[in-house]
């Protein structure tokens, strides 16, 4: 089962920052997962909102600075935030890599600078709500583990009413799921932790999808996760796993 640090070890340093990417790898994780944007000059940047409030209480969008203007917001009045080149050069290949892309346009920015990085793509997981990134990913490199993310607000307006009806409909929900897995040609399915169930992810498995849930941070849920056999857990705490 993959151990796989959120956005980092976002539970002892502050999120997608080169602090929290160390001290995951401190705490012994399979992957870190991180959070792909882009910038006006068409940079990617390792930060999960594409508004700066949350994390400098600035009203800025990332997708409206250069790089050079984004260096100078500081998270926690710190830290600045990273590319995925600087993130890249830390992790160095001491684990594997799992990159959320939250935008579309950016599969294939990110597959070339893992080329140019020489990343081991048998250690890379990407995932995204936009099953068009995946498919992408999986054209120009198919030695990439795709993931389809299940219930999250940067989908589409049609794809968020799909999933709320799914969920209003909870009996018809697993096959909904296994449908669009398969539409986005993905090999895991990382999803809510509340929606999983025994039943649930026996049926996911038969039909051939591996299942990561996120984010866990109970110890109570993180052992019953793994009696119900899922493939990996993401947590705040990877020194809980």
Known sequence: ?????????????????????????????????MDIRITKDKHPVVVHDNS??????????????????????????????PTLAEVLEVIDSQVGILIDIKVKGLAQI????LRDYKVDFSNVMISSVHHTELRIVETLEPAITTALIFRSSNASNFWLMMDFLAIVFWPITKYYISWIVRYAN???????????????????????IKICAWTVDSRRKINLLKKMGVDGIITNYPDRL
Do not use: C, W
Not at 110 to 113: A, E, F, K, N, S
């Open 110 to 113: 990110i597959v070339q600078i």
């Open 186 to 208: 993905a090999d895991y399915l990382n999803i809510n932790h509340r929606l999983l169930t025994e039943r649930n992810i026996k049926l996911f498995k038969r039909r051939g």
């Open 52 to 81: 700066l409030r949350r994390l400098t209480k600035k009203y800025v969008r990332v997708d409206h600075l250069t790089l050079t203007q984004l260096k100078k917001f500081k998270i926690d009045k710190i830290e600045p935030i």
């Open 1 to 33: 089962m993959l151990k796989i640090g959120h956005r980092g070890a976002k539970a002892y340093a502050p999120e997608n920052t080169i602090s929290s990417f160390r001290k995951a790898l401190e705490l012994g994780v399979d992957m870190v997962e």
